[in-house]
C-alpha cells in the first residue's frame, strides 16, 4: 500500500523539478529510475516496510488456501485421495543430492557413535555419513555393504527411529536426530546406478589357493534376506560352491511378497542379489524344503551338502478361530494371502505372470497393529479401498509398528481404532459385511481385559487378518527333522552361532525366533556366516581364530593405484598430514599412518636456541560460515607457534616412524632465522635422523615473523634463494619451500625456490587475518586479562580459492615443478582439484581438526571411485560421483509435464490438480507394462579405457586456466529453470533484481519464476538457488547485445541542476 504512494510523490518531485529547470517531462528519460516494464517485474521484489501489514483473517484464509503445501486438516478433506494403482515411492525419509548433502552435514560423527551401537549389523553410520557429505558416494556405500549385503533393502524399510535414529545424540538438540535411512538409500542407489561388480578383498588368497575345505558344498534354503547375507559372506570369505533353494519364482523372500512397491522396489532385492552372485553364488527357483520334490534336511546330506542354513522364514499367518473356513472370495485374506498378491502385480520385473491388483472396494478392515497389518492398510487403499480401517486391541503407546508407518497411513486417511478385539465376522449371503468388536481395557497391573458388554460393530466389504506368521505346514515340519523344535514349533537356535541341534545346520530370520525386521534377518545370516565357516574349516582340521573376521565389501574401483612419485620418492597415495596440530606429537603421526596416510610432515621445529611457548586460547573457529556450531567448520584461525618440542625429540621421532612404517613418508619440518649456519645445522640433523625429504618453513604468518624467521625469510625472493641454496648446499634428500599466500605474486617466491635449487614447493601456509570481534570490542581469541589478540592464519575451506590460485599459478609459471598442495582439501573431490591445477600431493589440517585421523579412508575411496568412474563412457555426463539430477520434488521423480505437457506448482489448487493428473495417468496405465520394468543391473559396466593414474590427471586443467583477455565474449550463454523442479521460492527473481539485471519474471500466482530474453548470463540465479540443477545455464540463442544505458560515444543526457552563482561567479 505505501509503495505506490511513495512512487507517486516521488514522480511528482520530479516534475516540479523539471518544471522548476524548464524541460519536458515526457522527454527526460531518468537513468537512475526503473523503467515501467522493470517496475512491473520487481512488483513483488522485497521492500522495506514502515508500518504494521493489516489484512482481514477472512483474506489470510483465503491466502492461507492457496499457498497450503501440506495436507488440509478441514471436514472437508476427510475422503481418501484416490492411490489407486499408484505404487510412487512414499517414504518421508527419501532425500535428492542436495537432501542428503545438507543432513550429512548436520551430523556430528560422534566417537563411540550410539548409533552404531543400535544397528544390529553394527553399519558404520558416522562414516558412510562422512562419506555422504564430501559427496563420496561409493565410500560410504562400501561402507554400508561391508556390514550389511542388504544395505539399501534395510535403507528403504528400517525401522530406524527404534534402532540407529533412537541412539541419535542430536535428539538432545533442537533440529532433532539424523534421517540416516534416508541417507543410507541415497547413497546405495547412487551406487547402484553406477553398476559396479563386487569382488572379493584382493588382500586374501586367490580361490585358487585356498584349501580344499572352502570349496565344501553349503546348501541355503530361502531366499530371503537372511540367506542372502550368509551367502554373501560366506562368498566373500572364499566358499565357491553356493548354492540358495528358493521356493518361489522370485528371489528375495519377504523382501519381495510381502514388503510393497511403494517402499521397496523389486529392481532393490534384484540388485542386491546380483551383487551376492557376482561372487559365484548359485540360486535354484522353484526348489523347496519338504513337500512333492522337495528337499530335507536328510536328502540334502546325501546329496553331499557339508552345511545348511535355514532361512524360510514363517511361511503361513496366524490364523484365529474365527476365520477358519473363510475365503478370498467371501472378502477375507489373511497378510499372507493378500500382501503377495498385491506384489506380483504391482512389482515390475519380479515374475512374468503379469497379474491383477486384488480388487477392493467400499471399507476394509485391517486387524493388527503391526508393520505388516499398514502395510496391508496403504496397499488397500491402492486396490480400490474407499475407507480403510486399522482395528487392534490395545492403544497408540504399545503399536508395535514403528511411526514411520503409522504417520504414512494416517496422512493416507486411514482410521484408527485402538482398544478393539474381533468377535464376530458378519456374514450376509456368504460374503463378508462387516465384523463385531468387543471393547478391550487395561487394569492397574497392566492386564488386558475383554469387555464383552462394550460391542462396537462395523461395516465392512473385506477383512485383512495381520497377526502375524508361524511354521504350521506339517510336510516343512517334518523336512526339519532332525533337527529340535521349540515350544513354539520353531527350530532351537544358538542366538550367539545360530547353531541348531545339529552342529551342521544354521538358522536366521524369522524361523530362528528372534528377528523381527530385515535388518535382524540379515545380522542372523551375518552372525552364522562366521561360526558356519569355523564349523566347515574344523571338519577338516584347520584353525580359525577366535576373533571373527569377515571380509569387507570390494570392486575393482578399489584396484586402482595411487601411488605416485614425487622427487623420486614414491608416496603410497596422494594424503598427507601437513605440518599443523594433527602432527602435534609423534604418537599422533604413528596412528594417523595406522589409519592409512600416506605421508606426514612433522610439526614445524627449531633449534633448541628459537624454542617457543605457545599462549592460550589459540585455534578457534571461523567465522566464514555464518552461525555454524559443532564439526564442518569452513575455516579456522589460529595463533600457534611452531612446536613447543626439541628438535631431538623430533629427530627421534623421525627415526622411529620410518623404522616402524617403512613404505610411509616422513618429511622433516624446519624453520631458522636467516642463518646460514642455523639452516645447515638443522637441515643435516634431520637428513641424518632418515627423513624422506624436508619442508622449509618459510611462511608462518604470525609470531614467528617478529623473530625473523617464518613469513620474514617467505615474502624476498632473495632471502628464499639463498636459504634453498644454502640448504642444497647440505644435504642430499629433496626438499621443498613452503610458499606464502600472504604475498602479492607466489610465483616471484616460488621462481626463487626453484633458481635456489629446491625440488619442489608447498602452496600455500595460512592467510593472515583477524577471524572476528564481539559486541564489546574484544577479539577472539583473546589472550590474558589484557583481552588482547594478534593476527593469526586463517585455515581450511575458506582460503581454498586462494590456494588453488597459488598452485595453478606455480604450475604454469614453472611446468612440472613438484607441488605440495595444502589450503581447504577436505575431500577427494576437492584433492582431485588440486591435482588437476598442477599439484603432485596433498597436505591436510583443517579438515582433521574437525573430525579425526580416518577421514583419509573417506578422500582414498573416494579419489579411487573418482578415477574409475572416468573410465566408464557410459557416465560421462556424471560430475565426479554426483549422477545427472533428475527432475524431482523431495527426492522423488515428478512427471507433471511428462504426462500433461505442461507445469503446475506444488501447493494449493495446483497439488490438487497435480494429484488428480497423477490418480488419473496410474489408473488408466498398465504398473507392468514394457516401459516400467526396471534396467537390469547386470551384466556390470567394465572400463571403456584405461583408469587414468595420478599422473595423468596432475596438471589436466592447466590449460583451460588463462588470461581474461582469452576469454571469448562472443560465446554467452543464459539462465534456464525448471519448472518441475522449481521449489517456488524466488531467491533468483531476488538476486537478480538487487544484485543483478532484472531478467527473472516472478508470477503473482504460481510463484513459478522465468528468464526474460534480457538474461546477461551472469549465474547470480544459479549460485543462490537451493535446488541442484533447478537452474541451468545454456548457450545464448539470440545475439548477446548488452545495455549500455547511454549509447557510445553520446554526451550524457538529462537536466543538470542549476550550478548556484552570485554575480556571475559560481559559489563551491
Known amino acids: 500500500m505505501w509503495t505506490p504512494c511513495k512512487q507517486v510523490h516521488s514522480r511528482s518531485a520530479d516534475r516540479r ?80 543430492e542436495r537432501g542428503a548433502l545438507r543432513e550429512a552435514a548436520r551430523c556430528l560423527k560422534c566417537a563411540d557413535a550410539p548409533c552404531q551401537k543400535s544397528c544390529p549389523t553394527q553399519l558404520d553410520v558416522k562414516t558412510f555419513i562422512s562419506s555422504i557429505s564430501t559427496k563420496n558416494y561409493y565410500g560410504s556405500a562400501k561402507a554400508i555393504f561391508s556390514d550389511n549385503p542388504l544395505g539399501l533393502t534395510c535403507g528403504m524399510v528400517c525401522p530406524t527411529s527404534d534402532l540407529c535414529v533412537g541412539g541419535c545424540n542430536l535428539f538432545a538438540s533442537e533440529e532433532g536426530p539424523i534421517n540416516i535411512g534416508g ?31 572352502y570349496q565344501a558344498k553349503v546348501a541355503l534354503i530361502g531366499c530371503g534376506p537372511a540367506s542372502v547375507s550368509c551367502a554373501t559372506f560366506l562368498a566373500r570369505l572364499g566358499y565357491t560352491d553356493l548354492t540358495i533353494f528358493e521356493r518361489d519364482n522370485y528371489i528375495g523372500g519377504l523382501s519381495s511378497s510381502e514388503i510393497p512397491q511403494f517402499r521397496l522396489p523389486y529392481s532393490v532385492v534384484a540388485f542386491e542379489v546380483d551383487q551376492m552372485k557376482d561372487l559365484g553364488v548359485k540360486i535354484v527357483c522353484g526348489k523347496a524344503l519338504g513337500g512333492e520334490g522337495g528337499w530335507t534336511l536328510q536328502s540334502l546330506k546325501e546329496a553331499g551338502y557339508e552345511a545348511v542354513f535355514l532361512g524360510i522364514g514363517l511361511p503361513q499367518a496366524k490364523r484365529n478361530a474365527m476365520f477358519q473356513g473363510l475365503t478370498v472370495e467371501q472378502g477375507f485374506y489373511t497378510s499372507k494371502d493378500y500382501l503377495p498378491l498385491v506384489a506380483a502385480a504391482s512389482k515390475p520385473g519380479m515374475c512374468n505372470c503379469k ?25 488397500a487403499l491402492r486396490c480400490g479401498a474407499r475407507r480403510v480401517f486399522i482395528v487392534f486391541r490395545k492403544g497408540f503407546t504399545t503399536i508395535r509398528a514403528v511411526p514411520e508407518e503409522m504417520e504414512l497411513a494416517r496422512e493416507e486417511k486411514c482410521e484408527f481404532m485402538p482398544f478393539h478385539s474381533p468377535r464376530k465376522v458378519v456374514l450376509k449371503n456368504g460374503r463378508v459385511v462387516g465384523m463385531e468388536f468387543c471393547r478391550t481395557e487395561q487394569d492397574d497391573d497392566g492386564n488386558w481385559h475383554v469387555d464383552e458388554d462394550q460391542l462396537v460393530k462395523l461395516k465392512a466389504d473385506y477383512i485383512i487378518s495381520a497377526f502375524g506368521s508361524t511354521l504350521s505346514e506339517p510336510q516343512v515340519v517334518s523336512a526339519l527333522s532332525p533337527v529340535k523344535l521349540n515350544q513354539w514349533g520353531l527350530p532351537e537356535v544358538d542366538p550367539e552361532t545360530m547353531q541348531t541341534s545339529e552342529p551342521w545346520v544354521f538358522c536366521g530370520g524369522d524361523l530362528a525366533g528372534v528377528a523381527q525386521t530385515t535388518v535382524e534377518c540379515v545380522n542372523d545370516g551375518k552372525q552364522a556366516s562366521w561360526h ?62 595406522e589409519a592409512g596416510w600416506g605421508f606426514a610432515l612433522t610439526k614445524t621445529f627449531a633449534l633448541d636456541k628459537d624454542i617457543v611457548t605457545n599462549v592460550s586460547p589459540r585455534i578457534v573457529k571461523g567465522t566464514t560460515s555464518g552461525y555454524h556450531y559443532g564439526p564442518g567448520q569452513g575455516s579456522f584461525l589460529n595463533i600457534e607457534l611452531i612446536s613447543e618440542k626439541t628438535a631431538a625429540y623430533w629427530c627421534q621421532t623421525v627415526t622411529e616412524l620410518k623404522r616402524d612404517f617403512p613404505d610411509k613418508i ?50 624476498d625472493p632473495e632471502l628464499v634463494r639463498n636459504i634453498c641454496r644454502w640448504v642444497r648446499s647440505a644435504i642430499k634428500i629433496p626438499f621443498f619451500a613452503k610458499m606464502t599466500p600472504n604475498i602479492t605474486d607466489v610465483t616471484v617466491i616460488a621462481q626463487a625456490a626453484k633458481e635456489g635449487m629446491a625440488d619442489g614447493v608447498t602452496a600455500t601456509n ?49 611446468p612440472g615443478f613438484p607441488i605440495l598442495a595444502t589450503g581447504g582439501i577436505d575431500s577427494a573431490e576437492a584433492g582431485l582439484q588440486f591435482l588437476h591445477c598442477g599439484a603432485s600431493v596433498l597436505q591436510v589440517c583443517s579438515a582433521i581438526q574437525n573430525q579425526d585421523f580416518t577421514v583419509v579412508e573417506d578422500y582414498i575411496t573416494g579419489l579411487k571411485a573418482m578415477l574409475y568412474l572416468q573410465s566408464l563412457d557410459d557416465l560421462a555426463d556424471w560430475d565426479g560421483q554426483s549422477p545427472p539430477t533428475f527432475r524431482h520434488q523431495k527426492g522423488k521423480p515428478v512427471k507433471i509435464a511428462d504426462v500433461i505437457g505442461k507445469h503446475l506448482p506444488s501447493f494449493g489448487p495446483y497439488m490438487a490438480q497435480r494429484e488428480d493428473i497423477i490418480a488419473k495417468h496410474h489408473e488408466t496405465s498398465e504398473i507392468l507394462a514394457e516401459q516400467n ?55 533468483c527473481y531476488m538476486t537478480c533484481n538487487d544484485s543483478g539485471y532484472q531478467a527473472i519474471t516472478f508470477d503473482a500466482e504460481t510463484h513459478l519464476p522465468h528468464v526474460t530474453d534480457d538474461c546477461t548470463g551472469c549465474t547470480l540465479c544459479v549460485s543462490v538457488c537451493p535446488i541442484i540443477d533447478c537452474i541451468q545455464m545454456v548457450p545464448r540463442s539470440i545475439p548477446y547485445i548488452p545495455k549500455r544505458g547511454i549509447p557510445l560515444a553520446t554526451e550524457p543526457q538529462g537536466p543538470s541542476r542549476p550550478v548556484p552563482t552570485h554575480d556571475g561567479v559560481r559559489v563551491n
Open 355 to 379: 497379474s491383477q491388483l486384488p480388487q477392493l472396494s467400499g471399507n476394509v478392515i485391517v486387524l493388527g497393529a503391526g508393520d505388516t497389518a499398514f502395510d496391508c492398510a496403504t496397499s
Open 532 to 593: 558356519l565357516h569355523k564349523y566347515l574349516q574344523s571338519l577338516h582340521g584347520l584353525f580359525v581364530p577366535t576373533e571373527p573376521a569377515l571380509p569387507k565389501f570390494y570392486t575393482p574401483i578399489d584396484l586402482v593405484d595411487l601411488s605416485v612419485d614425487v622427487c623420486g620418492i614414491r608416496f603410497p597415495n596422494p594424503f598427507g598430514l601437513a605440518s599443523a596440530p594433527p602432527t602435534t606429537s609423534a604418537p599422533m603421526i604413528r596412528r594417523a599412518f
Open 183 to 213: 541417507l543410507q538409500q541415497f547413497a546405495t542407489e547412487t551406487f547402484m546406478a553406477m553398476k559396479i561388480p563386487q569382488i572379493r578383498d584382493p588382500s586374501l588368497p586367490a580361490l585358487d589357493d585356498l584349501p580344499e575345505s
Open 766 to 814: 595460512t592467510v593472515s587475518g583477524l577471524m572476528g570481534l564481539k559486541s564489546n570490542a574484544r577479539a577472539w581469541p583473546a589472550v590474558g586479562k589484557e583481552m588482547r589478540t594478534t593476527y593469526g592464519g586463517v585455515s581450511g575451506n575458506a582460503i581454498r580459492p586462494i590456494a588453488l590460485r597459488a598452485v595453478s599459478a606455480i604450475a604454469r609459471a614453472l
Open 17 to 96: 523539478w523539471c518544471e522548476r529547470a524548464g524541460i519536458e517531462m515526457a522527454s527526460q528519460k531518468f537513468l537512475s529510475r526503473d523503467p515501467p516494464d522493470i517496475e512491473n517485474i520487481l512488483a513483488l521484489n522485497p521492500r522495506v516496510t514502515h508500518h504494521a501489514t493489516l489484512k482481514a483473517s477472512k483474506v489470510t484464509k483465503a491466502h492461507k488456501k492457496h499457498w497450503k503445501r501440506n495436507g488440509d486438516k478441514g471436514c472437508n478433506s476427510c475422503g481418501t485421495a484416490n492411490l489407486t494403482k499408484n505404487f510412487d515411492d512414499i517414504k518421508h525419509t527419501t532425500l535428492s
Open 666 to 715: 616422513v618429511i622433516a619440518s624446519i624453520m631458522c632465522s636467516y642463518n646460514k649456519d642455523d639452516w645447515i645445522e638443522l637441515a643435516k640433523m634431520s637428513e641424518k635422523a632418515g627423513s624422506d625429504a624436508l619442508e622449509l618453513n618459510l611462511s608462518c604468518p604470525h609470531g614467528m615473523g617478529e623473530r625473523g624467521m617464518g613469513l620474514a625469510c617467505g615474502q
Open 933 to 987: 520394468m526396471p534396467q537390469p543391473q547386470r551384466p556390470a559396466r567394465v572400463p571403456d579405457k584405461p583408469v587414468p593414474s595420478l599422473q595423468d590427471v596432475i596438471g589436466r586443467a592447466l590449460s583451460t586456466i588463462t588470461s581474461y583477455s582469452q576469454l571469448d565474449n562472443k560465446q554467452q550463454a543464459v539462465a534456464l529453470i525448471d519448472e518441475e523442479m522449481c521449489i517456488n521460492c524466488g531467491k
